[in-house]
């Protein structure tokens, strides 16, 4: 990839090219730029630089308003996929947000005390007459060291964590992704030639840049409209013209799967979130004729690599990335005792990664799981991902996890528990599954029936989900 710049426009996209798609039509460059100013006039002034804004929008059209409406008035951006009236509170309160935007009102219980404004983003009223406009509006070069936006992880492993993302971050992160996904360069004028449908949440650091940056930075036009229901994602890409790339996770997969419905031809499936079962990859591959590749990430670091699921379990580093051995404990071979590997990004700086990876060379390593996901018994090692996958692969099991109690470390005889979705199956013909795959050490006390896990809307199961299924430990 080739030198960055230190300056970035805030959409160097044309002025004719096709960002968004809605149920009412197209959005350009130039009317969405125009829009965003408007949006930008009503936030806060006299506020100090690089102040936030928390976006709730749910919309990814709202969203992507009040993203570059905060940018064009020098604020930064907070992300949080907990839209809870105490959340919001919570957050605009601990941060000192100037502003709280959402496309519907916000209750009195969410709201902080003045000087604090809510703002209710309506993108049908910002865009009226924003095409006349867009030849007023300046287009801001932004300095790529510039904060843009506070991403909070999802909570999944514990409390909300934030991780502050730069301006030159979030556009280098794009212009690798469009390398390494062949979306091309930044248009010249021609309409975006890749249809984007995502499931995931704008505010998830997965879904902010496929969804959101992706249009900012690269020629894709991005549906806006319902995708969580099977039928809202069938819907969204037979609205969008070929070539289709679609942007999912492996619940979701696994569910439009399941669902049978008749989809226009893709080009790519994307998953993320959670590891993706090779069996399932292939099976959408054989289904609508495509190709099933996954991106890893994480909040801290943002996309990180990617594999295509079917053609085997080595990841590559996008252009532009550096992976290394932390320094402690590092081996002659360029790995570490436990897997600590730090990434070094464009505008980023070096991060030190929560998985444990096996490097293979600077650019390609192999994903050995969470580093707080190993567990020990009888003197070895496991990972519940692991054990997760396997049980998951088992005929019958719609989604299944692998669950630590509380007192492992401390009780000898405390032993793992397995939760599944298996109709059809029983917790025995599950466990005699299990017993041909794994260490007896390892095997669950108990398979546990579940109609549903309780998982958020990116398919994850939160540490406090998984501590309540667990129970207390059996000593207390």
């Given amino acids: 990839m080739p030198p960055l710049p230190e300056r970035f426009s805030l959409l160097p996209r044309a002025e004719t090219a096709a960002l968004f798609q809605t149920a009412r039509g197209v959005v350009r460059g130039g009317e969405f730029l125009a829009a965003s100013a408007r949006l930008a006039a009503l936030l806060p002034t006299g506020m100090p630089a690089g102040s936030t804004v928390l976006n709730l929008c749910e919309d990814r059209l709202s969203f992507a308003l009040g993203f570059a409406a905060a940018m064009i008035a020098g604020f930064r951006s907070a992300l949080s996929s907990d839209h809870s009236p105490a959340r919001a509170r919570d957050l605009a309160t601990r941060l000192g947000a100037a502003a709280i935007l959402s496309e519907a009102a916000i209750g009195e219980s969410a709201a902080p ?78 309409d975006g030639p890749v249809s984007v449908v995502g499931t995931v949440p704008p505010q998830h650091m997965y879904g902010f840049e496929t969804t959101i940056l992706l249009a900012f930075h690269c020629p894709v036009t991005v549906w806006c409209g319902p995708t969580f229901f099977p039928h809202d994602i069938a819907a969204a890409l037979a609205a969008m013209p070929a070539p289709r790339l679609l942007i999912t996770t492996p619940l979701q997969l696994r569910a439009l799967l399941d669902a049978a419905l008749p989809l226009p031809p893709l080009a790519l499936v994307i998953s993320a979130t959670a590891p993706l079962a090779p069996d399932l990859a292939a099976r959408a591959e054989a289904r609508w004729q495509t190709r099933v ?148 050490i390892f095997l669950p006390r108990r398979v546990i029936p579940l109609p549903r896990l309780p998982r958020n809307a990116f398919g994850k199961l939160s540490a406090a989900h998984l501590a309540a299924l667990a129970g207390p430990p059996a000593s207390s």
């Fill in 293 to 440: 590749a996954e991106i890893f990430g994480a909040t801290e670091a943002g996309s990180i690599a990617s594999r295509m699921t079917t053609s085997g379990e080595i990841w590559e580093a996008y252009p532009g990335l550096r992976l290394a051995a932390a320094a402690e404990g590092a081996a002659a071979d360029g790995t570490t005792a436990d897997g600590v590997v730090s990434v070094t990004a464009p505008y980023a700086g070096t991060v030190a990664l929560a998985d444990a990876l096996e490097l293979l060379t600077p650019a390609r390593f192999r994903l050995l799981g969470r580093r707080s996901d190993v567990v020990k018994l009888g003197g070895k090692r496991a990972s519940l991902a692991a054990l997760t996958r396997i049980l998951t692969a088992i005929e019958g099991v719609e989604d299944g996890v692998f669950v630590a109690p509380g007192d492992l470390d401390a009780e000898p005889t405390a032993r793992l528990l397995a939760f599944v979705v298996a109709p059809g199956r029983e917790p025995g013909e599950i466990l005699a599954a299990l017993r041909r795959e794994i260490d007896p």
């Fill in 113 to 190: 005390p003045a000087p604090w404004r809510t703002i209710t983003v309506d993108p049908a009223t910002l865009l009226t007459g924003a095409t006349e406009a867009r030849e007023q509006v300046p287009n801001p070069e932004i300095a790529g060291e510039t904060p843009a936006a506070e991403v909070f992880t999802s909570g999944s492993t514990g409390e909300p964590v934030a991780h502050r993302k730069t301006w030159g971050a979030l556009h280098a992160r794009s212009l690798a992704a469009a390398s390494r996904f062949e979306l091309g360069a930044s248009d010249a004028g021609a």
